[in-house]
């Protein structure tokens, strides 16, 4: 599932800033990363299973590595965990009206946040 016109895909942010604003809302970078993409992830566990809120980027500027990076930021998504498969986006997929609604709040606490210093 898109979260689509979060605001959120429209903003470039340094990477350090991005990490401790995503962090603070459970979204964890961790291992996901290359040099140039970036990947923050929440999960939850519910009774109707293992969901990922992620929110992925790309460096415009800089390497992700040397944490020296400028990242512009992609639509957010919504996916459910299928073991051992991975995790699905589709539009078949159903996803908890309770879990949507507080997705949809953490990208409205991440979007205001990351305002602040966005470009």
């Given at each position: ?6 605001g959120?895909?429209?903003?470039k ?17 961790a ?21 990922y ?21 992609m639509?957010?998504l ?7 498969h ?5 539009e ?28």
């Amino acid at each position: 599932m898109k979260f689509e016109n979060t605001g959120i895909e429209k903003f470039k942010a340094e990477i350090n800033r991005l990490d401790e604003v995503m962090h603070d809302h459970g979204l964890i970078r961790a291992g996901q990363w290359d040099y140039d993409r970036v990947t923050y992830d929440r999960k939850f566990e519910m009774k109707e299973g293992v969901f990922y809120l992620r929110v992925q980027g790309y460096a415009v500027e800089g390497d992700v590595d040397t944490f020296k990076a400028t990242i512009q930021l992609m639509t957010p998504l919504l996916g459910k965990h299928y073991y051992p498969h991975g995790v699905e986006y589709g539009e078949g997929e159903n996803f908890p009206a309770s879990l949507v609604t507080q997705c949809k709040k953490i990208l409205d606490e991440v979007k205001n946040e990351i305002s602040k210093f966005a470009e």
